[in-house]
């Protein structure tokens, strides 16, 4: 790929004729070996120096050789990046890289979840797209909104879907009228959060969603015609899929499994709920030992911007900030279906937020500090807060404080910005626009 204005990351053509600075030729072998040591962003920065750079690229991609370990970098959209722009920010090289995304416009889009390196977006319809901002292909798109169990669409005369009617059904009862949304309002009340989960066992992959009424889980496989709903239960946080087995859990730290290779589905508790409070956003993800952990972040209200005014109704919490004042991190006992707190990380750096919760070794990411949490917004709702300040940073265990990544004003509150570790993966793809 050329890298244009410093910073910017477009499509792969060598420069003419172009050779590195006194043109020290090294053998392609010795160059794959070379170049096989980057990061993709690096790496396909260095793709375009010159154009034995760009065949050692173009060989090194395509021979499956390329291994290298990835450090997830934050994305998130900017105004003075333009509307097909994504911008990443890596933590390794500590610099931003723009991406031009393939249409409909990222920055129309809402960005719902980030796992492997595909991002899940929701377009003006509220359909669900899967794209890779680094290669910009995109996956099959999951399955219609009106296939979910709680979306109806509505017709007009011509029969063309005019709006959509999002049922307040929840397994047990309803607990209120059906809401009626134009298209593109959909997106707002229905999409908690997604997930593309690898499926080793098919080579496959799984597109898991949280969605309203009240956090309930829907599933498709690639190529489903439809979203397969999995009640009766309610109100999950976060997900993690591991052997077949997708774990949820609970805003109130209850953990449910499924197992998806069955034929049932049935909902096995894997832990019971134990708070009553649910102030704290909820995370599962599987340490480096192969455990499960629970981690609750707690955010608290910092300030309220221009709403000193008394007349300013309650409910209104437009100006609302939070910041993230405390973390727990919890062992899950599975035999003795038990919490266990760990006051530390040790030599493990986590990354929590919108995007698949991960745990990853310090030492193998030299830019990353140890026993830190790397965290993006994520709040219930957060579709709500579109313009909200967004609680962005690097939470230390040790001392219970926050630092800042890069500058809070570079990004556009919305779409949220989240994080994403790069992958050239374009299994099972399939271009559709
Ligand atoms: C927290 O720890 C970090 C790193 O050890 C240090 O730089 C920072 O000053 C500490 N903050 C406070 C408030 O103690
Ligand atoms: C940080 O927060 C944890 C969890 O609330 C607490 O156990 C620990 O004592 C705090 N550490 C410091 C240095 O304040």
Request: with cysteine; glycine share 6%.
């Amino acid at each position: 790929m050329l890298m244009r204005n410093d910073h910017e990351l477009v499509s792969p053509s060598p420069m003419e004729g172009a050779t590195v600075n006194g043109s020290l030729e090294l053998p392609i072998d010795i160059l794959i070996d070379i170049l096989s040591m980057l990061e993709i962003p690096d790496l396909v920065r260095a793709g375009c120096v010159c154009s034995s750079w760009h065949t050692a690229y173009t060989s090194l991609r395509s021979s499956g050789l390329y291994k290298r370990q990835q450090t997830p970098c934050l994305l998130y959209t900017s105004e003075s990046a333009g509307d097909n722009v994504a911008c990443m920010y890596s933590l390794a090289e500590k610099r931003v890289y723009k991406l031009t995304l393939p249409e409909p416009p990222i920055r129309s889009r809402y960005l719902i979840g980030s796992s492997d390196g595909w991002l899940v977006t929701a377009d003006e319809r509220s359909e669900l797209h899967i794209v890779n901002p680094i290669t910009g292909v995109s996956r099959l798109p999951p399955p219609s909104v009106i296939t979910i169990e709680h979306v109806k669409p509505i017709f007009d005369d011509a029969g063309i879907v005019q709006e959509y009617e999002l049922s307040q059904y929840y397994g047990e009862y309803e607990i209120g009228d059906p809401y009626i949304l134009p298209l593109d309002n959909l997106r707002d009340k229905l999409y908690d959060k997604a997930f593309v989960f690898s499926d080793s066992s098919t080579g496959s992959y799984i597109v898991v969603l949280i969605h309203n009424p009240i956090s309930q889980l829907s599933f498709a496989r690639a190529g489903d015609s439809r979203w397969t709903w999995l009640p009766p239960s309610a109100d999950y946080e976060d997900c993690i899929y591991l052997d077949g087995i997708l774990y949820a859990v609970t805003s109130t730290s209850g953990i449910d499994a499924f197992d998806l290779t069955g034929p049932a589905f049935l909902r096995k508790v894997i832990m019971d709920s134990m708070k009553i409070g649910i102030y704290e956003r909820m995370y599962i993800v599987q340490s480096l030992s192969g455990d499960l952990l629970q981690v609750w972040r707690e955010q608290d209200v910092v300030q309220i911007v221009g709403h000193e005014d008394e007349d300013v109704p309650e409910h209104d919490l437009s100006g609302i900030e939070t910041e993230t004042r405390k973390m727990m991190v919890h062992k899950v006992d599975m035999a003795a279906k038990k919490l266990v707190q760990i006051n530390s990380l040790h030599g493990h750096v986590m990354f929590l937020g919108y995007g698949q919760s991960r745990c990853i070794r310090a030492e193998e990411y030299p830019q990353l500090k140890a026993n830190h949490v790397y965290l993006t917004d994520d709040e219930r709702g957060i579709a709500f807060w579109k313009s909200n300040h967004r609680d962005i940073g690097i939470f230390n265990l040790g001392n219970n404080t926050t630092e800042e990544i890069v500058p809070s004003q570079c990004w556009c509150t919305w779409p949220a910005p989240m994080w994403i570790t790069p992958n050239f993966a374009k299994t099972s793809s399939r271009s559709y626009k």
